[in-house]
């Protein structure tokens, strides 16, 4: 079992920065990817970036790929998200999710198995 908590989400005027942190605990040896995902108001869940778990790879959805970066601290066993240059359109409720079975960078939801209780990101035009 893996337990991911979110954090960080507030409300940000256009053009500010965030820093979205996802601390994983339990079986942390397990993971092989954390993805970050967002779901807006009447809208599906949606890809964000993934990176991962040892190696450090990442990937990113196009239309934050050079505003946002995704790392992680694995002494903290936390995942960071940070967010830059953003965008009314990037308001939704942040998710991180662990894989633990497939280990590929994953744009679906589905492959991840563990995810957190989410944190909202609320930006103001």
């Known amino acids: 079992q893996v337990q991911l908590v979110e954090s960080g989400g507030r409300l940000v005027q256009a053009g500010g920065s965030l820093r979205l942190s996802c601390a994983a605990s339990?079986?942390?040896?397990?993971?092989?990817?954390l993805g970050w995902f967002r779901q807006a108001p009447g809208k599906e869940r949606r890809f964000v970036a993934a990176?991962?778990?040892?190696?450090?790879?990442?990937y990113y959805l196009d239309s934050v790929r050079g505003r946002f970066t995704v790392s992680r601290d694995l002494a903290k066993n936390t995942v960071y998200l940070q967010m830059d240059s953003l965008k009314a359109e990037d308001t939704a409720v942040y998710y991180c999710?662990?894989?633990?079975?497939?280990?590929?960078?994953?744009?679906?939801?589905?492959?991840?198995?563990?995810w957190g209780q989410g944190t909202q990101v609320t930006i103001s035009s």
């Open positions: 990176i991962n778990w040892n190696g450090g790879g990442t």
């Open positions: 339990g079986l942390t040896s397990s993971i092989y990817v």
């Open positions: 999710a662990a894989d633990v079975v497939t280990g590929g960078l994953s744009t679906s939801d589905r492959t991840y198995d563990y």
